[in-house]
Each structure stands twice: as structure tokens, then as C-alpha cells.
């Protein structure tokens, strides 16, 4: 990784040394981006989130630990986390990873209208 920009090749690499199961990890998919990570997906369907500050770090490594319980308390709203990588010298500011969720995110600044489900409604 050079300042803000991301090397897909040498992420690739790093997330199959450590993740043999993932395999296949190439060609990963940009998803978006944000203050604090990078979204990729593998083509097997695994986001991996890979952070760009030592904040996006600190919350992973948290996010791995309470992981599991919050996805049980949300009932799988929220994904699990199954892979998270230190930060280290592939990675400097670490990263998670986790299985895709189904469907499709809602678009930014869209406003569902009054005719959207809401949750536990039928």
C-alpha cells in the first residue's frame, strides 16, 4: 500500500498466504471506500474491509472480538467476522474480513418512501 492508494496484487498475495481457504482471492473487486476502509470483495463472495488509518486498525481488532456476539444479538444482521489480519507490513492498518450478506445495499441519500417495510413488520 502507498499513501491512500491500494496494490489489489499485493493484497491478493497476503490475504492468500494467510487465508488458504479463501482461495480463490483473485482478481479482487473494489466495493467503496470510506474515512477508514477500503471494501473488497473475493470473487468466492468475502468482503474484506482493509483499513487506511491506525483508527480503522483499533476498530477491527475490537470488531473481531465482539464480532460473534454482536452477530447473535442482531440475529445475523450483522456479518460475522471470520478473517481479521494485525496490521503488519502487507497490511499496516489491518483487516477483516467476512462473508457476503445477500441482497442488495440501499443507494445513499435515497429515501425508501412511506411504502418500504420496516423490520419485524410484516
Do not use: N
Request: proline share 11%.
Amino acid at each position: 500500500m502507498k499513501g491512500d492508494s491500494l496494490d489489489l496484487d499485493q493484497l491478493a498475495r497476503a490475504f492468500e498466504l494467510r487465508f488458504p481457504e479463501l482461495l480463490p482471492v483473485r482478481p479482487l473487486s473494489a466495493l467503496g471506500s470510506g474515512f477508514r476502509s477500503v471494501a473488497l470483495e473475493t470473487p468466492g463472495g468475502v468482503v474484506i474491509r482493509v483499513g487506511r488509518s491506525s483508527d480503522a486498525a483499533d476498530d477491527y481488532a475490537k470488531e473481531w472480538r465482539i464480532g460473534h456476539f454482536l452477530t447473535e444479538q442482531t440475529h445475523g444482521v450483522l456479518p460475522e467476522p471470520r478473517w481479521y489480519v494485525e496490521p503488519c507490513p502487507d497490511v499496516p492498518h489491518g483487516a477483516l474480513g467476512y462473508k457476503k450478506l445477500p441482497g442488495k445495499p440501499p443507494a445513499w441519500g435515497v429515501d425508501p418512501g412511506s411504502t418500504g417495510r420496516r423490520l419485524g413488520m410484516p
